[in-house]
């Protein structure tokens, strides 16, 4: 164990928790990041960000990141590149294990983001990483010049899709209704790629083939008609969405059904002196710039709870 108390502990290291960093370490708070299962958090697996103010050509998510990093390690914050275990919230000062190591503080921030959600099949599990995928930026290189769909119908799915023409000949999105969730300016690019096709009103019946190991095409349902349809791709990305990654916190927080963390009072959670920040409770926003502002608000709020 630490013997100190830290004043803040911030849990995860997307746009909220690095955000939060900064302002508590200008605050001469100290701050220690615990950077997670995937530092630098989703826009690590993205590619071209337009839309964070400050960047008028744009910037790769890995590179926002680690600029990010390199900002709040400027101050007196330190950014532990581990993952938390368990915490405990049940009496102050709060306890926060990391692997046998345990640490105390007066207040925590969590900015632990979301996970991509995949569709629970069996194929899909088996066949993960031999041909399905959940991260086109990480994979679509592989698919050079071949055929491959995406599912889902939201932004992430429209712009995986305009992402992997680069590489693929022929991008299928399988969609489950008839029109996207997707903001209209994705919509619009994606319908009017030509290497873009759309299965309306689809959804996967079969992933072939789990006996070869490796991706070769899929059954389709067209859920309106019953319908069976083939479709030979040599890869499937899933991008339906993600889910908070709030297991950790089970039991010690209020948490919405979808196992998002409620906040109380602005950024405070159920526990006086716990916050959060960005994805973990943000279920209509979901950007980066947002996270990146809650995880401001966070900061600020604990510096007054110390105050206080
Ligand atoms: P989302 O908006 O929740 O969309 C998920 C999509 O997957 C929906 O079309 C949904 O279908 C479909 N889906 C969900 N579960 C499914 C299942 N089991 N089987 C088949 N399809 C399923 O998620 P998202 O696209 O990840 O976007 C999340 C947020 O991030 C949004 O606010 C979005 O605007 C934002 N975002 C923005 C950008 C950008 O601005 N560049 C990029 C990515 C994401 P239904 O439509 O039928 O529900």
Redo the contacts with the bound molecule.
């Keep these: 164990m630490s013997n100190s108390v830290h004043d803040v502990i911030i849990v995860g290291s997307g746009p909220a928790g690095y955000t939060a960093g900064i302002y508590a370490a200008r605050a001469d708070l100290n701050p220690i990041i615990f950077a997670g299962p995937q530092p630098g958090g989703q826009l690590t697996i993205t590619t071209e960000v337009e839309?964070f103010p400050g960047f008028p050509e744009g910037i790769q998510g890995p590179q926002l990141m680690d600029d990010m990093r390199k900002q709040v390690e400027r101050f007196n914050a330190k950014v532990i590149f581990d993952v938390v275990g368990k915490v405990d919230f049940s009496q102050r000062p709060f306890r926060v294990w990391v692997n046998d190591e345990e640490y105390q503080s007066k207040t925590i921030i969590i900015s632990t983001g979301a996970s991509a959600?995949l569709?629970g099949r069996d194929d899909e599990s088996t066949l993960m990483g031999h041909g399905v995928s959940a991260c086109a930026t990480c994979d679509g290189f592989f698919y050079r010049d071949q055929e491959i769909a995406v599912?889902?119908?939201?932004?992430?799915?429209l712009?995986e899709a305009n992402f992997l023409t680069r590489f693929a000949s022929k991008v299928t999105i399988i969609?489950?209704?008839d029109e996207?969730?997707?903001?209209k300016i994705?919509r619009e690019r994606a319908l009017a790629n030509p290497k873009i096709e759309v299965a309306w009103n689809s959804?996967i019946e079969q992933i072939h083939d789990v006996e070869k190991k490796e991706v070769t095409g899929l059954t389709l349902k067209n859920v309106k008609t019953g319908a069976f349809s083939e479709l030979p791709v040599t890869g499937v990305f899933i991008?339906?969405?993600?889910q908070p990654n709030t297991d950790l916190f089970v039991g010690q927080l209020e948490m919405d059904e979808a196992g998002y963390i409620i906040n109380k009072e602005r950024t405070m959670t159920s526990v006086a002196g716990v916050f959060a920040a960005g994805d973990v409770v943000d279920t209509v926003?979901?950007?980066a710039v947002t996270a990146a502002g809650m995880g401001c608000q966070a900061a600020l709020d604990a510096e007054r709870f110390l105050d206080g």
């Design positions: 839309n959600r569709l599912v889902g119908g939201g932004d992430s799915a712009e969609h489950r209704r996207f969730r997707g903001s994705m959804v991008a339906i969405g993600h926003y979901r950007q």
